[in-house]
């Protein structure tokens, strides 16, 4: 059912949602991982390698959870939720919507305009282009920065998920757990 029309969230939605949260946050623990020079030098190629790849794949997931949720909407917030939440819940899911396109495109851009390929998974490859600077340097710098705004942002939308569930104890999380009409 439509997200749209049944107050809660469609079943579509509730998997993007879900399986979106698990491959993103793997893979901000494995860029972290990189990051931070957590691995060797012989274990860290075939993980960048694989990283690429995913990330490349969630560029195209993340084109289609935007233009689905474009589509379907977002519900209303149930009944009895302060303007002041409501703004800061489209707040948050702005900056999630923003950070998964953001956290992808900026890692295909860093490795395509700095001259290197992205391997899909041994299946094919995309090629780099000629070296371009500027971009891949302001891609570098995207990709740098974007994970710390996205683990923020997990980390809101998680609490407040929380606080409508325990403290609240309204149907906010509950319609994205179940297709039963929110309360």
Same mark, same amino acid.
């Given at each position: 059912?439509? &997200?749209?029309?049944?107050?809660?969230?469609?079943? *579509?939605?509730?998997?993007?949602?879900?399986?979106?949260?698990?491959?993103?946050?793997?893979?901000?623990?494995?860029?972290?991982?990189?990051?931070? &020079?957590?691995?060797?030098?012989?274990?860290?190629?075939?993980?960048?390698?694989?990283?690429?790849?995913?990330?490349?794949?969630?560029?195209?997931?993340?084109?289609?959870? *935007?233009?689905?949720?474009?589509?379907?909407?977002?519900?209303?917030?149930?009944?009895?939720?302060?303007?002041?939440?409501?703004?800061?819940?489209?707040?948050?899911?702005?900056?999630?919507?923003?950070?998964?396109?953001?956290?992808?495109?900026?890692?295909?851009?860093?490795?395509?305009?700095?001259?290197?390929? *992205?391997?899909?998974?041994?299946?094919?490859?995309?090629?780099?282009?000629?070296?371009?600077?500027?971009?891949?340097?302001?891609?570098?710098?995207?990709?740098?920065?974007?994970?710390?705004?996205?683990?923020?942002?997990?980390?809101?939308?998680?609490?407040?998920?929380?606080?409508?569930?325990?403290?609240?104890?309204?149907?906010?999380?509950?319609?994205?757990?179940?297709?039963?009409?929110?309360?």
């Amino acid at each position: 059912m439509s &997200d749209k029309t049944n107050g809660t969230f469609g079943g *579509i939605s509730r998997l993007n949602h879900w399986l979106g949260a698990l491959l993103y946050l793997g893979m901000l623990a494995v860029g972290f991982t990189l990051a931070f &020079d957590l691995l060797t030098r012989e274990q860290a190629g075939p993980l960048r390698d694989l990283h690429k790849a995913t990330g490349t794949v969630l560029l195209v997931f993340a084109f289609w959870r *935007i233009v689905w949720r474009f589509r379907e909407g977002f519900p209303a917030p149930v009944a009895g939720v302060p303007a002041w939440q409501a703004a800061a819940s489209r707040a948050v899911h702005w900056g999630l919507i923003l950070c998964i396109l953001a956290m992808p495109l900026s890692g295909v851009l860093m490795s395509l305009f700095g001259g290197r390929a *992205i391997d899909i998974y041994g299946l094919f490859s995309i090629p780099g282009f000629s070296k371009v600077e500027s971009i891949q340097q302001f891609a570098r710098s995207l990709h740098g920065l974007v994970p710390y705004a996205f683990v923020a942002l997990i980390l809101a939308h998680t609490l407040g998920a929380l606080k409508h569930a325990l403290l609240d104890k309204d149907a906010t999380l509950a319609r994205m757990i179940s297709s039963k009409q929110a309360a």
